[in-house]
Nanobody, 125 residues
Framework: QVQLVESGGGLVQAGDSLRLSCAAS????????MGWFRQAPGKEREFVAA????????GYTDSVKGRFAISTDNAKNTVYLQMNILKPEDTAVYYC??????????????????WGQGTQVTVSS
């Protein structure tokens, strides 16, 4: 069992940066691939970024490539999402998730076993 708690969301202007954090407790953090997903009002939850166990491999959806960066600190059991050059279309609730099985990671939300409660990111134009 893994418990995930996101933080770092907020209201920013277009072009600003935010860093989301997801603190994990429970089983050994390094056993899981970790992902970030987001859900905007009226839209389905979508993949944003993921990182493999031990942080060797990362992946991003096309719309955030070059602007967002996912990373982990295994000593702190925390995964981060650094978001730069934010755009209004990045507005959503952001969720982190943990995947026990996929290698190196999955872009499919159904593969993830544990989810945080989400943190709101709002980008004004």
């Amino acid at each position: 069992q893994v418990q995930l708690v996101e933080s770092g969301g907020g209201l920013v202007q277009a072009g600003d940066s935010l860093r989301l954090s997801c603190a994990a407790s429970g089983r050994t953090f390094s056993l899981y691939a970790m992902g970030w997903f987001r859900q905007a009002p009226g839209k389905e939850r979508e993949f944003v970024a993921a990182i493999s166990r031990r942080g060797i491999t990362t992946g991003y959806t096309d719309s955030v490539k070059g602007r967002f960066a996912i990373s982990t600190d295994n000593a702190k059991n925390t995964v981060y999402l650094q978001m730069n050059i934010l755009k209004p279309e990045d507005t959503a609730v952001y969720y982190c998730a943990a995947d026990r099985i996929s290698f190196p990671y999955s872009r499919d939300s159904v593969k993830y076993d544990y989810w945080g409660q989400g943190t709101q990111v709002t980008v004004s134009s």
